[in-house]
């Protein structure tokens, strides 16, 4: 039997991640969760214990992708076989972990995507362009076809845990970009499976145009710095 | 005359400090031991400031002044990066603690947790 650990990395999200712990516990029964609290100002470390999950809590707040890796080092320290990275929001659904797990058995990293033929899910104006041109160029880079790249609900097994408990990058959107890169470069194996994705269950996306502008400007740096980085 | 005096103090005062922060061991060595450098380069110049006009007109450039403050802006310039590079470094070396301490309370939690379920069973 692998041992598999979810990492939820959390911050200020006391509201709603009882909920998906106890989602994923009826969902994924014997495994491993691991919440990632980045410090929160609420009570967020102490609800998810009491709700059965293991949790570390960071002395300083480091964004998400700092709270990924430490939640990889976790992993390797406590010597995981699979590691699974999902958003505490609740838009991802514990349903396709189980298909994300049978999927590794010929991938290192499988990517629970949208646009891949599941759900609905929509976006429009730079925020479109900028994740098309992401997944176009990084479907190039990993040759396999990738609809979405900046998903956070990914699994990945062996020694890319190891790999991603060093190298996890941290900055914006890094973790998401930089990440598929790295794998590939290192030779691992890349892979998506479609997944439809929920409603969050607290907070708001942001839809305003000047912010989506910045993130097709961010992710275009990001894809760059991730290409030319050694 | 007038103005050789002020550069000169300027020149003096800069190598005073450093020495002095030095001294206190509030500034690491090698950052001491630069503006050291740095201070005793420029003392000269600051009593004689036509000494550059000769290197100056060598390299095609109009005065030693313009050359001097040409040579200092491009000198700042890779201090700051420098600067940058040395926090991004002491960001990640940040990074790996905060991350080491977060994994050894757990371990604590969890050890803590074990002796009292011992205490009471």
């Keep these: 039997m692998e041992r598999v650990l979810t990492i939820l990395p959390a911050w200020n999200e006391a509201e709603s991640i009882a909920a998906v712990i106890k989602e994923l516990q009826q969902e994924v029964p014997g495994m491993d969760i691991l919440v990632v609290d980045d410090c929160s100002r609420d009570a967020t470390a102490a609800v998810a214990r009491a709700a059965g999950a293991k949790v570390v809590r960071l002395p300083y707040n480091l964004g ?15 010597e995981y076989d699979v590691a699974v990275q999902m958003d505490a929001d609740g838009q991802h659904d514990p349903r396709y972990i189980k298909d994300m797990i049978d999927a590794l058995s010929d991938a290192d990293l499988v990517i629970g ?15 479109q ?3 098309k041109l992401l997944s176009k160029a990084l479907s190039a880079i990993a040759r396999t076809r990738l609809t979405d790249t900046t998903s956070g609900y990914r699994a990945c097994r062996g020694e890319l845990i190891n790999f991603y408990s060093r190298n996890f990058p941290v900055e914006y959107l890094g973790d998401t970009v930089d990440t598929i890169v790295q794998a590939k470069r290192c030779g691992y194996v890349i892979k998506q499976i479609p997944v439809s994705m929920r409603p969050r269950q607290g907070g708001t996306p942001s839809n305003s145009p000047t912010k989506a502008m910045i993130y097709l400007f961010r992710s275009g740096l990001a894809l760059l710095l991730a290409l030319v980085r050694r | 005359m007038r103005l050789t005096f002020v550069t000169a103090t300027t020149g003096l005062v800069m190598l005073v400090v450093i020495f002095e922060l030095l001294r206190r061991r509030q500034l690491r060595e090698k950052y001491g031991a630069l503006w050291l450098l740095v201070a005793v380069a420029v003392l000269p110049l600051a009593f004689i400031p036509t000494l550059l006009d000769g290197l100056s007109s060598f390299l095609g450039i109009a005065s030693g002044l313009s050359l001097f403050l040409f040579a200092s802006v491009v000198f700042l310039l890779l201090v700051t990066v420098h600067l940058s590079w040395e926090s991004s470094r002491l960001e990640e070396e940040t990074r790996s603690l905060s991350e080491e301490i977060a994994l050894l309370r757990a371990d604590v939690a969890e050890l803590q947790e074990l002796r009292e379920k011992v205490k009471t069973p």
Excluded: Q, S
């Design chain 1, 113 to 127: 995507a949208r646009f891949a033929g599941e759900g609905v899910y929509k976006v429009a104006g730079p925020r």
């Design chain 1, 129 to 131: 362009w900028a994740m």
């Design chain 1, 64 to 78: 998400v992708g700092g709270a990924r890796r430490l939640g990889y080092r976790y992993a390797v320290e406590h």
